[in-house]
């Protein structure tokens, strides 16, 4: 695909073992035009170069690279070029029974609905290092499943603790990490799913992520070579390289199967259109 054609064409990141998430990028947000939407999904995104206008409902915000927006599922949005300037974005579409048990896994109220963001535009330099560096993981065709889910996890987990704060994790260690850990260090030579570790311990994603890092440094990310397999480090396998994570906790985090489409595409599925007084880009 030629850099002129590859400019005016979104690219859609979308991975059947990660259902719950769908990705797009926009090199040239003044030639992919909508109207005024919504979605049915959890919206983020990231602008990467140049400005626009960014309506959220009643509010109208300039935005530009380094920015993030946010819509909560049925908010009406759009952005606009400024004046015909160039600019960038990507953007991400995610399940909410998906983010809505990650809240719960969180310590947010189990009876309760997916907790909207109160928040619809940050400025956060890690966040937005964080969903840039998410995208390139997850587009990166030699990334592996299990690293794209931890990664996931642990932006969104970033995501809630920046703007809606959770409640604290516990701090003493849990055995069950151990078990996560003789695990993977006995199916290392594997392709492994974040899920049968998850079972395999008998913990939740979310939790699994978080305290595996706290105790090892790293997500239960298999990358040791068989040689290692063979010589783990008490309590853990010895590690082959580290994980290539863009991100550390302080920082926030990377989607394979681009699928691109035409310029004025409608809107990725889930979304409804409002009435087109004025056509805008996203």
Request: hydrophobic residues 35%; glycine residues 6%; charged residues 20%.
């Amino acid at each position: 695909m030629s850099k002129a054609i590859r400019a005016t064409t979104p690219r859609f990141w979308r991975d059947p073992a990660l259902p719950f998430v769908e990705a797009r990028e926009v090199l040239d947000g003044r030639r992919v035009c909508y109207a005024r939407h919504a979605h049915e999904t959890f919206s983020i995104g990231a602008i990467t170069q140049g400005r626009s206008t960014y309506l959220n409902e009643k509010a109208r915000e300039r935005v530009g690279a380094g920015s993030l927006v946010l819509m909560n599922p049925g908010d009406v949005h759009a952005c606009n070029p400024i004046e015909g300037e160039p600019w960038s974005y990507l953007m991400f579409y995610v399940d909410v029974a998906w983010l809505t048990e990650l809240q719960h896994q969180l310590g947010f109220d189990r009876n309760q609905p997916l907790r909207a963001f109160a928040a619809i535009l940050s400025q956060d330099p890690g966040l937005h290092a964080g969903l840039t560096g998410l995208y390139r993981l997850l587009d990166d065709p030699q990334a592996d499943t299990l690293g794209k889910h931890c990664a996931l996890l642990e932006f969104f987990t970033a995501l809630q603790q920046r703007l809606e704060p959770a409640p604290a994790a516990r701090r003493a260690d849990n055995p069950r990490i151990q078990l996560a850990a003789e695990f993977i260090r006995d199916h290392c030579t594997e392709p492994l799913k974040l899920e049968e570790i998850c079972a395999a311990a008998g913990l939740s994603p979310s939790y699994l992520t978080r305290s595996f890092r706290r105790r090892y440094g790293m997500t239960p990310m298999p990358t040791w070579s068989t040689a290692a397999s063979s010589t783990p480090r008490p309590g853990f396998a010895v590690a082959a390289r580290s994980p290539r994570w863009p991100w550390r906790p302080a920082s926030p985090t990377r989607p394979t199967c681009s699928a691109p489409s035409s310029s004025c595409s409608p809107p990725p599925r889930g979304s409804t259109a409002a009435p087109a007084d004025q056509a805008h880009s996203r």
